[in-house]
């Protein structure tokens, strides 16, 4: 079976390495016919090239391995590729996040299959434990830390007292982080994970603009000493919530007894929970991202496409729910520097002190659309504001 691979980063070196180097018997079977480069001045082989066509007309390659990243052009070369009737196994969350039901009627009208297990989770077997699950279970909450460039970031400021910038700094030294951080440290990344796995437990596409999410940009020492002394830990974490025809799902700071699971996942570590109906609460913990975990996720896709398992997950989003923000609520730690914002939550403060020149708010129980409003209004008032959710 003839395989091309689109860009030749970390992500597709690592499926070349693998399916190059592997003993393994069963990728034996698998030959890479092309790869795409961007750049000419990059072609090194004579099976790279920078002409696109080259692939998409040759009838032998069956599978399109996209590993380029961003939507442009990954979406015009996806929506080629299952119209050419080839199959695509891709780790590009944020395409996914964006077209997945299109590229899911598509697949299906060509009768080929479109495969993203490498988009959420890396090497963590999340999406197929999804559909698994949904065989016999109705899903109806899942959460997780699904980023591990933001939870280097903050076990390494529990553990060793790093500053912020200072830890975001090794992280951008050792690749976790890219030159501009933004998606990982805002969150944006977990939201468009949160929104793939949302989208595929509630049958429903979840819009990645209804996930209310903040980030960890304004995290300082100070919030991380004092999390500390209390034995709680801090994560960034994604949830989803659904009940009856109603959802919500956010991405914020969560705080975590020390002896919690998840306080307890360390480094650039990820884990992924899911609640179904009859199997309880299910915990799924490995590596998130990484050359060799997230190719391990692309060529078991591969094997899925080759044996034929998983076609295209039999999915159908037809279901309609609309949001409501009281299914997820809890109490918040709230630190900020414009007293203007106690007045804020006045009617909803359990607790109010300082932590150096700071304020702090211990608030009330409040569900998310609460405190949503509350604290948008906060942020207008100050913008290096930080908010952590208890679990």
């Known amino acids: 079976m003839k395989i091309a691979i689109l860009g030749f980063g970390t992500v597709g070196t690592g499926v070349y390495d693998i399916l190059k180097n592997s003993n393994s ?3 034996k079977v698998f030959e890479i016919s092309k790869i795409l480069v961007r750049n000419k001045s990059k072609i090194t082989s004579a099976i790279m090239t920078d002409n696109y066509d080259e692939i998409i007309n040759n009838e032998d390659i069956s599978i399109i391995v996209e590993a380029m990243g961003r939507t442009d052009p990954a979406y015009d070369y996806i929506i080629k590729a299952l119209k050419a009737k080839k199959h695509v196994v891709t780790a590009n969350k944020e395409v996914v996040a964006i077209y997945l039901e299109e590229f899911t009627r598509l697949a299906s009208e060509n009768n080929v299959s479109i495969h993203y297990e490498a988009s959420v989770g890396g090497g963590i077997p999340w999406i197929k434990s999804i559909i698994k699950a949904k065989r016999i279970d109705k899903i109806y909450e899942v959460s997780g830390i699904f980023n591990g460039t933001s939870n280097f970031i903050l076990h390494n400021m529990f553990e060793h007292g790093y500053k912020f910038n200072d830890i ?16 990982d440290i805002d969150g944006i990344d977990i939201q468009r994970k949160l929104c793939i796995t949302s989208s595929l437990c509630f049958d429903s596409i979840i819009a990645q603009d209804s996930i209310q999410t903040f980030g960890i940009r304004n995290v300082t020492k100070q919030d991380i000493d004092y999390f500390k002394s209390s034995n709680s830990v801090l994560k960034l974490v994604a949830k989803s919530v659904l009940y009856n025809s109603s959802y ?14 998840e306080a307890n996942v360390g480094q650039n570590y990820n884990i992924a929970s899911l609640v ?13 991202a990484g050359k060799f975990p997230t190719a391990n996720a692309v060529i078991q896709d591969i094997l899925d496409i080759y044996y034929g398992s998983y076609n295209n997950y039999d999915l159908s ?6 949001f409501d923000g009281s299914l997820i609520f809890g109490r918040y730690f709230i630190r900020f520097s414009d007293i203007q914002i106690k007045t804020i939550f006045e009617k909803n403060t359990e607790r109010f002190f300082n932590i150096g020149d ?21 942020i207008e008032l100050d913008k290096t504001l930080f908010y952590a959710r208890y679990n």
């Open 25 to 27: 018997s069963e990728l």
């Open 317 to 322: 989003f037809d279901k309609v729910l609309s």
């Open 168 to 183: 975001l700094n090794i992280a951008k030294e050792k690749g976790y982080a890219e030159s501009d951080p933004s998606a």
């Open 248 to 261: 919500c799902s956010c991405v914020e700071p969560v705080l975590f007894g020390k002896d919690s699971i």
């Open 358 to 378: 700071n304020y702090c708010i211990i608030s009330t129980e409040l569900s998310k659309d609460c405190f949503q409003a509350l604290i948008n209004k906060a």
């Open 276 to 288: 179904g109906e009859s199997i309880g609460e299910l915990k799924f913990y490995g590596q998130g």
